[in-house]
């Protein structure tokens, strides 16, 4: 009875190895270093409102022009008192600007900057300007 159960145990433990995958092996005395993508920018402050609001460039995303060359377009976001708004769906390749009392940021679209848009800074919420008050 003894050999039945040992044969069972074995069986049992080969066949849990053979499913188990092996670790990829590293050199002996190396140790793990995560990678860090340093092309990726931290939160940069750019520019303070009159109201307090500070106005942040993000890591954004990266563009690529039809002639191959790659730009980082950046995302805003709004900070004041706590509060951290992330401007939707707008990626710009300059610093955005106020003009006249608006916060003002240039939509960029495969590294091509194009329409100005306004930011609210209660809402984060941007709008596009009409052409004749660029």
């Known amino acids: 009875m003894p050999s039945v159960l040992l ?3 074995a069986v049992t433990l080969i066949a849990a190895l053979a499913s188990c995958e092996a670790a990829p092996r ?3 005395g190396s ?6 993508d340093a092309a990726v920018p931290a939160d940069t402050h750019v520019l303070d409102l009159a109201d307090g609001t500070e106005v942040w460039l993000t890591a954004g995303r990266m563009g690529k022009r039809a002639s191959g060359e790659e730009c ?3 995302g805003i976001a709004l900070r004041k008192e706590g509060r951290h708004l992330i401007v939707p769906l707008l990626y710009t390749l300059d610093t955005p600007t106020e003009r006249g009392g608006e916060l003002i940021a240039v939509l960029a679209s495969d590294c091509i900057p194009g329409a100005a848009y306004r930011i609210d800074p209660l809402t984060g919420q941007p709008s596009r300007r009409d052409q004749a008050s660029r």
């Open 31 to 36: 140790i793990a270093i995560p990678v860090v």
């Open 72 to 74: 980082r377009e950046r």
């Open 26 to 28: 590293r050199a002996a």
């Open 7 to 9: 044969r069972a145990i």
